[in-house]
């Protein structure tokens, strides 16, 4: 009945404490690729991208591992980084390698099948035991497909940016007004400095007012909630065919002509205004491309033609003024010891600067430690420096907060301290000290059976050990006697912890299902001092902290930690 009830109270305070210590973060929920296509009408690199996940917890994300989603032909996955476990602050990456067919419709067609259709994503999911799942919407586009993301056609991809999604412009799914539109009102003929022909965004700079109607259309449009719509310039529209007169665009050009209505995706047909000036005539008269006839030309701006918008989309990433992220170490701070311990901070490789005066902001838990942070006054994105700490003083392990003058977070590492060979932690009001893996003891409970009536404490190692070593279960080899290892070690005060003492290790040390504890290094099951019956006592799991229900045998050789309190703490 106590080791249920026990059970009962750690699952009531524990209920949640993977989920709540551990988040896997990805850097993007939506990545979007290109299809690798370099046979099609305007070539397609198809740049392998990568996800980025971080453990944003406080604790260590275990298992971690990465699902094999339905990819379109030729795309695949490669996991080189995301399995394992990822520490606090540690990141792993996961790289998509894109091939040469589109994420597929409903239908089961390649989003490029004229006309365009909507791609259904692959949803790549990384997962841990101890975390709840992140989820990342895969696309792979080529020209046509519809991007619902972005709100339109895709007509235009910028592979070139290594982070994230795709850059590009899509053309919006319908003309804004089916009748058309004049490039500008009656009495509104003037120079207005738009004779950009190759980017539309700068001519709409002078011609987004109600006076200029086949601009100001596309200015307040909101056509699938973007409001960043423009009148494209004449050689995002098109680009010269013989046909008309030459603008002067480039041979390689993206283009609605090219990219859209060549391969019969999206409804464009028709006469289209740009939104550039004929530089011969500004004042009076604009480009337009007749998609029908394949021909651009400049007409009256008092003519009405149709007006198609369009807009340009970034890689998806919200850029952060200075994120930092900091790795919890694995080694305590030495008390006294002049060899400092070293903090490793890095700043995001997405910080749209560097981060400044970086250093240790909160350290309430463990005030007097020293913190040495020169080479951190500056931090440029995806760089790390180290802090040095040092401390004279025993404390329990304890959180500390790192920043900068212009740091978006603060974030947290634990630190341990060692003192006597042993790692510091809180039991009750005072300090104890608990031997890590590195002393290496080990042994059998005794080598004999006895039911030892003063070894049954839940709480008091020091009672039970002291009743352990003069029974003769243990005087007879005392050298296979767990309780007279500790007893014997070093300066005689050191005892086997109980029960419930050793579970307040594990917690103070290892709160986690990792491969290792955060500190201490002990893996395996450890005795306690407490007796369940003749035969068998209490032990405890390390690292996932869970107890043999009836306890070990007594004549299993399992680890030892011994534990004492210390001195004037």
Same mark, same amino acid.
């Given at each position: 009945?106590?080791k249920l009830?026990?059970?009962f109270?750690?699952?009531s305070i524990?209920?949640?404490?993977?989920a709540?210590d551990?988040?896997?973060?990805p850097n993007?929920?939506?990545l979007?690729?290109?299809i690798?296509?370099?046979n099609?009408?305007?070539q397609? *690199?198809g740049t392998? !991208?990568?996800?980025?996940?971080?453990?944003?917890?406080?604790?260590?994300?275990?298992?971690?591992k990465?699902?094999k989603p339905?990819?379109p032909?030729?795309?695949s996955?490669?996991n080189y980084?995301?399995?394992?476990?990822?520490?606090?602050g540690?990141?792993?990456?996961i790289a998509i390698i894109p091939?040469?067919?589109?994420?597929?419709?409903?239908?089961g067609?390649?989003?490029t $099948?004229?006309?365009?259709?909507?791609?259904?994503a692959?949803?790549v999911?990384?997962?841990?035991?101890?975390a709840?799942?992140?989820?990342?919407?895969?696309?792979?586009l080529?020209?046509?497909c519809?991007? =619902?993301?972005q709100?339109g056609y895709?007509?235009?991809?910028d592979d070139?940016?290594?982070?994230?999604?795709?850059s590009g412009?899509?053309?919006?799914y319908?003309?804004?007004?089916?009748?058309g539109?004049q490039?500008?009102d009656k009495g509104y003929n003037?120079?207005?400095?738009?004779?950009d022909?190759s980017?539309?965004m700068?001519n709409m700079?002078?011609?987004s007012?109600d006076?200029y109607?086949?601009?100001?259309?596309?200015?307040?449009?909101k056509?699938q909630?973007f409001t960043d719509?423009y009148?494209p310039?004449?050689?995002?529209? /098109? !680009?010269y065919?013989?046909? /008309?007169n030459?603008? /002067?665009?480039p041979?390689?050009?993206?283009?609605?002509y090219v990219?859209?209505?060549q391969?019969q995706?999206s %409804?464009? *047909?028709g006469q289209y205004?740009?939104s550039t000036?004929?530089k011969?005539?500004?004042?009076s008269d =604009?480009w337009f491309?007749?998609?029908?006839?394949v021909k651009?030309?400049?007409?009256?701006?008092?003519n009405?033609?149709?007006?198609? &918008?369009? !807009?340009?989309?970034?890689?998806?990433?919200?850029?952060?003024s200075?994120?930092?992220?900091?790795n919890?170490?694995?080694q305590?701070?030495?008390?006294g010891?002049? $060899?400092?311990?070293t903090?490793t901070?890095?700043? #995001?490789q997405f910080?749209t600067e560097?981060?400044?005066?970086v $250093?240790v902001?909160?350290?309430?838990?463990?005030?007097?430690?020293?913190v040495v %942070?020169?080479a951190c #006054?500056s931090?440029?994105?995806?760089q790390t420096?180290?802090?040095?700490?040092t401390?004279?003083?025993?404390?329990?392990?304890?959180s500390?907060k790192?920043g900068?003058t212009?740091t978006v977070?603060n974030?947290s590492? !634990?630190?341990?301290?060692?003192?006597d060979?042993g790692?510091?932690?809180?039991c009750?009001?005072?300090?104890?000290?608990?031997?890590?893996?590195?002393n290496q003891?080990s042994?059998v409970w005794t080598?004999q059976?006895s039911?030892?009536?003063?070894a049954?404490? %839940?709480?008091?190692?020091?009672k039970? $050990?002291a009743?352990?070593?003069?029974?003769?279960?243990?005087t007879?080899?005392?050298?296979?006697c767990?309780?007279y290892?500790?007893?014997i070690?070093?300066?005689g005060t050191?005892?086997l912890? =109980?029960?419930?003492?050793l579970?307040?290790v594990?917690?103070?040390? &290892?709160?986690?299902?990792?491969q290792?504890?955060?500190y201490g290094?002990?893996?395996?099951a450890?005795w *306690?001092s407490?007796?369940?019956?003749s035969?068998?006592a209490?032990?405890?799991?390390f690292?996932? /902290?869970n107890q043999t229900?009836?306890?070990?045998?007594?004549?299993s050789?399992?680890?030892v930690?011994?534990i004492?309190?210390?001195?004037?703490?």
């Open positions: 009945m106590r009830l026990h059970i109270i750690l699952l524990f209920p949640y404490a993977h709540v551990v988040l896997l973060t993007l929920n939506d979007t690729l290109s690798n296509d370099f099609s009408w305007e397609l *690199s392998i !991208r990568t996800i980025t996940i971080t453990n944003q917890g406080s604790s260590p994300a275990n298992n971690v990465v699902n339905i990819f032909n030729g795309t996955i490669y980084s995301c399995k394992g476990t990822i520490k606090p540690d990141f792993c990456k091939g040469s067919e589109a994420s597929h419709d409903k239908n067609n390649p989003c $099948t004229s006309p365009g259709a909507d791609p259904i692959s949803v999911t990384v997962s841990a035991d101890n709840e799942p992140a989820n990342i919407n895969v696309l792979v080529g020209y046509g519809r991007f =619902a993301l709100g895709l007509f235009s991809v070139t940016n290594l982070e994230g999604s795709i412009k899509v053309a919006s319908e003309d804004v007004e089916p009748h539109e490039w500008a003037s120079e207005m400095s738009a004779t022909i980017n539309g700068n700079r002078n011609i007012t006076n109607p086949a601009g100001h259309i596309c200015s307040v449009s056509a909630n719509w009148l310039a004449i050689c995002e529209l /098109g !680009r065919k013989g046909n /008309g030459n603008p /002067g665009c041979d390689h050009n993206a283009n609605l990219m859209l209505y391969q995706l %409804d464009i *047909s205004w740009s000036e004929w011969n005539k500004p004042s =604009a491309m007749d998609f029908d006839k651009s030309n400049y007409n009256s701006k008092q009405s033609n149709l007006v198609r &918008c369009i !807009r340009t989309f970034d890689n998806g990433l919200t850029p952060d200075a994120t930092l992220y900091v919890t170490p694995t305590p701070i030495v008390v010891s002049k $060899t400092p311990l903090l901070v890095t700043s #995001s910080s560097s981060a400044k005066g $250093t902001v909160s350290k309430s838990e463990c005030p007097d430690i020293s %942070d020169d #006054s931090l440029n994105p995806g420096c180290t802090i040095q700490l401390s004279n003083t025993a404390y329990g392990p304890c500390i790192v900068g212009n977070n974030p590492a !634990r630190i341990a301290f060692q003192i060979g790692l510091v932690y809180r009750d009001s005072k300090l104890c000290v608990a031997l890590d893996h590195s003891l042994s080598t059976n039911n030892i009536k003063g049954v404490d %839940d709480n008091n190692g020091s039970n $050990t009743n352990i070593i003069v029974d003769k279960s243990c007879h080899n005392l050298q296979a767990a309780a290892k500790c007893d070690y070093q300066d050191w005892y912890p =109980a029960i419930n003492e579970e307040n594990y917690h103070s040390f &290892c709160s986690t299902n990792d290792s504890c955060a290094g002990w893996k395996g450890h *306690s407490t007796q369940s019956s035969s068998h209490h032990s405890l799991y690292p996932a /902290g229900p009836n306890g070990g045998s007594k004549s050789g399992l680890g930690i011994c004492k309190p210390l001195p004037n703490s």
